[in-house]
Structure formats: C-alpha cells, structure tokens
C-alpha cells in the first residue's frame, strides 16, 4: 500500500453494499463518508456509489448477506494484509470466538486498533468475558451508560460517540404519493409505524393488544388508522413470528389494517409517511445500545411512542417522545389514542425530536470524534 500522510484505517465489517437494513453496515457507510482525514479502506460486495472516490473499496464478499462464506472470506482479507494499515477499525459485536481469532492470528504489531462496541451482552457476558473479548487499543461505545459500565470494569481506554446519522438524509419531508400507492394507502389515512423485529424486542404482542384496542373503540379516527409493521424476517423464528400475526389479525377481523413492508430501501420515505412511531419494547437483548430506527425517526421529525426501560433512557424524554411504561398495552392504547386526536402535540413532539437528533447524533461531529482518534493512534 502506498505512503500517506494520513493513516491508513480498515473498516473491518460485514459486506458494506445494499440495502441498508442493518444497524452497524448503515453507521460504517455513513461514517466512511463523513471522513476527511484518513485513507479509509471498505469491505464490500460489489462497488458502493455513494462513498468518495479516495475511499478504497475491497470487494472481497462473494454475496452480500453475511453467512459463514462471508465471515471465512473476512478472514482471510484480514489474514492477509494484517500489516498493511495503520489502524483496523472493528465495528461488529465481539464474540468469543472472533475476538480470539483476531487477537491469535490477525493482529499485527505494526497496526493499532479501535472497537467500536454497539452493546454489552451483560445478560450473556461476565466482566471476565468483557476483559478476553475488547482486546482493541481504543474502545467506543454508543452510550454513556455503556463507557461507564467498562469504566466500572477497569477499562481505562474507552470513550463515547454517538452513532450519527446523516442528517441531510433524514429530514422531515411529505408523504410520497408512490410510495402511498405502493401500499394500496391514501394522503387520509393515519399511519401508525413500528420499525423494530418480530421476536427480539419484545414489543409485537404490546403493539398488537393497544392496536386491536383502539380500533375496537368508538374513536372516529380508528376508521382510517392503519398499522405499518416496518419488520424483516431474520430467521425462521421471525417467519413463524409473522405467520402468527397474520393469521391472529385475521382471526380478529383486522387483516386490512395493517401492512408488512419487509425489506425496503426507502426507510427515509417510509419514516415521511409515518404520522406515529412506536418503539414500546420490552428490553434490547442483543441489539445495538442505540436503536437507529428511532434516531431516524426523530431525525424526520416523527413524533414516536416509546417504553421506559433503562437503555433507552440516555435519548428518550417527554419532550420528544411519549414515554410509556413497557408492556402495558392500555398504555399504549392511551398514548396513541392522545396522538392521533392532538395534531399540535404530534407537531411539537415532531419538532422537538428533530433538534435533538440534530444536536446528538449528527454524523459530521461523530466523524470528527473518529478522526481525532485515527490521528492519536496513528
């Protein structure tokens, strides 16, 4: 590899190509376009438009679904040219196991190392686990409540940054006609959204309680209230999970009132049509300490329903969101009910929302935690 005046830094991730569905692929896209000043190199499948011509892509994936295939062809990318950055940078959630394949064979003592930890399996992992599998230099986390759980730890070499988002991206906007069409929906329905999983959450059953709820009231706007379960199906227990759905709103006569987008590339106009969005989960087992879908929700100015739980709390207040206790359908039934009857309050959650996506999760100030980092390490 050439000399630079800048470091060199690998971005170390799952195929970074279409679509972006997956929280920790979209944050290392996004951030390897906000850099300026380190030579960054990607590893793709196939060529990615939208990163500057300097950013070096290694299209090393074979497919862009990140199966054992995938993980064997990262490895040996890594393998090979162990020694030839002066940084990796890891955005994926350490394991056991992938933590001793890079500590064993991938390091190099030539290259320094950053993780970026997106969440702390602390229902899984016990402080001695945490000390084998962050082995980096620098270690990030999402949240403050993450770098002071390490700190408690014993871990002297983290900071926090926030997952930024890219704000001229996501922006408040109007509802795209196409995309109304697309799902058989008019400019006079009210769209309800839950852009979050079928089974990890905990929040589909809660959803789906408050929403049979409202709808069997006697509110004059249920009429034309419509459920958009914003969802992927991961695996074969989130397929189950959605044939269960559908086959109970059908049971329960409400089959007509709710619309499964699947995978979908639009999110930014998906989030546009959403009039309500709901994150009322239970716990956030295995996902990232930051939901992103509800940061860019925020960020296009939604006003959104969310539970109290703990992890939640650093980004949520009454300000921008309702908060409701979690797995309390009749709360949430109440909340919404309030929502969609008081446009004003949805204007001024809206609102509200987007300034504090604006002041904390802007991606050109996480960009530039990063690049003070790359300069330090280097």
């Known amino acids: 590899m050439k000399t ?3 470091p060199s830094v690998l971005y170390v991730t799952r195929p970074l190509c279409p679509p972006w569905d997956e929280a920790s692929k979209n944050f290392a896209h996004d951030l390897a376009k906000h850099i300026h000043t380190a030579h960054l190199t990607i590893m793709t499948s ?3 438009s939208d990163v500057p011509p300097d950013v070096t892509q290694a299209d090393i994936y074979s497919l862009c679904p990140f199966g054992t295939r995938q993980k064997l062809e990262s490895l040996w990318y890594q393998y090979r040219h162990r020694a030839d950055f002066d940084i990796a940078h890891y955005f994926f959630t350490p394991t056991k196991l992938n933590s001793f394949l890079i500590r064993t064979f991938l390091r190099s003592a030539r290259t320094r190392t950053i993780q970026t930890v997106a969440t702390l399996r602390d229902d899984l992992l016990s402080e001695e686990d945490f000390h084998n599998i962050l082995f980096a230099d620098r270690l990030v986390t999402y949240t403050r409540f993450a770098m002071h759980k390490l700190q408690r730890m014993g871990f002297t070499n ?3 940054a926030y997952p930024g988002i890219d704000l001229g991206h996501f922006t408040p906007d109007t509802k795209d006609p196409a995309l109304l069409a697309h799902f058989n929906l008019t400019p006079q329905h009210t769209i309800i959204m839950y852009p979050g999983e079928y089974i990890r959450l905990g929040a589909t059953d809660t959803i789906l309680d408050a929403m049979e709820a409202y709808w069997r009231s006697d509110a004059p706007e249920a009429a034309h209230t419509v459920l958009m379960l914003a969802l992927r199906v991961k ?3 989130d397929a189950q999970k959605k044939l269960a759905v559908q086959e109970r709103l059908a049971r329960n006569g409400f089959a007509e009132r709710v619309i499964y987008t699947d995978t979908v590339h639009d999110m930014r106009g998906l989030y546009n049509l959403a009039d309500i969005v709901l994150f009322p989960v239970a716990n956030m087992h ?3 300490d930051v939901p992103l879908a509800l940061i860019e929700a925020y960020a296009c100015g939604k006003p959104t329903i969310v539970s109290d739980i703990p992890r939640l709390a650093e980004f949520t207040n009454t300000d921008i969101s309702a908060i409701i206790k979690s797995e309390d359908p009749a709360a949430l039934t109440v909340a919404l009910t309030r929502l969609i009857r008081d446009a004003s309050l949805r204007t001024a959650l809206g609102n509200a929302a987007r300034a504090f996506a604006t002041a904390h999760f802007d991606i050109t100030k ?3 935690h990063y690049e003070d980092l790359y300069r330090t390490l280097r």
């Open 4 to 6: 630079s005046p800048q």
């Open 46 to 48: 196939g060529h990615v």
């Open 158 to 160: 983290v900071s926090h």
């Open 235 to 237: 695996n074969a227990a």
């Open 286 to 288: 295995g996902k990232f």
């Open 366 to 368: 996480t960009a530039t």
